[in-house]
Nanobody, 126 residues
Framework: VQLQASGGGLVQAGDSLRLSCVAS????????MAWFRQAPGKEREFVAG????????VYPNSMRGRVTISRDNAKNTVYLQMNNVKPDDTAVYYC????????????????????WGQGTQVTVSS
């Protein structure tokens, strides 16, 4: 499956931002989806995940309450809504897909995901 992320840009602290990732090539609902981010000099970090149907989502404690992941299987698209962004949110954001359709302990790790988008840069100014 090919993934194309978009929606990044330069925003101010406190703003909201919605990232999108469009999938093509294979049946989108066969995959659980996730967003990761990577800041310069840091490891890739799990931001949010959604199962194949969209009725189950997971977030790390650091993101809970500030981001919302959702998907529209009819549009082959997964979204990441980010609210009250902070300068520490500055990173390249990647969408990823795994053929493991439901969540387990490994879902938080980049190694679980088979396909990756090219990333979209989010820069938050203070």
């Amino acid at each position: 499956v090919q993934l194309q992320a978009s929606g990044g840009g330069l925003v101010q602290a406190g703003d909201s931002l919605r990232l999108s990732c469009v999938a093509s090539g294979r049946t989108f609902s066969n995959y659980a989806m996730a967003w990761f981010r990577q800041a310069p000099g840091k490891e890739r970090e799990f931001v949010a995940g959604v199962n194949w149907s969209g009725d189950n989502t997971v977030y790390p404690n650091s993101m809970r309450g500030r981001v919302t992941i959702s998907r529209d299987n009819a549009k082959n698209t997964v979204y990441l809504q980010m609210n009250n962004v902070k300068p520490d949110d500055t990173a390249v954001y990647y969408c990823a897909a795994t053929s493991v359709r439901t969540f387990y302990s490994g879902s938080y790790y980049a190694e679980t995901y088979d396909y990756w988008g090219q990333g979209t840069q989010v820069t938050v100014s203070s």
